[in-house]
């Protein structure tokens, strides 16, 4: 089992910046692909950021790409983002997938962020 715990959501102004954390504990780093997905109101969770146990290969979903950045020290990965907009609204959730699993089945308790136009 993988715990999760976020920090750094809030309410920003369009255009302006903000920085996720996740901290993972429970297993060794290395075991464990690390991700972040959002979830607006109305709408489905969605992926929009990965990271790989080895800190190095990241892939991000279109819609925020070029604008977020996803990062990891050890435990921890950082989600810096940038030129933020009124859609990006939603609540954004860590999430973990062990080298034994497919899915990203830990996740952390979210946190909200709120871009205000």
């Known amino acids: 089992q993988v715990q999760l715990i976020e920090s750094g959501g809030g309410l920003v102004q369009a255009g302006g910046s903000l920085r996720l954390s996740c901290t993972g504990s429970?297993?060794?780093?290395?075991?464990?692909?690390m991700g972040w997905f959002r979830q607006a109101p109305g709408k489905e969770r969605e992926i929009i950021a990965v990271?790989?146990?080895?800190?190095?290969s990241a892939e991000y979903a279109t819609s925020v790409k070029g604008r977020f950045t996803i990062s990891r020290d050890k435990n921890t990965a950082f989600l810096q983002m940038n030129s933020l907009k009124p859609d990006d609204t939603a609540v954004y959730y860590c999430a973990a997938r062990t080298i034994y699993e497919h899915d990203y089945v830990h996740w952390g308790q979210g946190t909200q962020v709120t871009v205000s136009s």
């Open positions: 429970g297993r060794a780093y290395s075991d464990y692909d």
């Open positions: 990271i790989k146990r080895d800190g190095r």
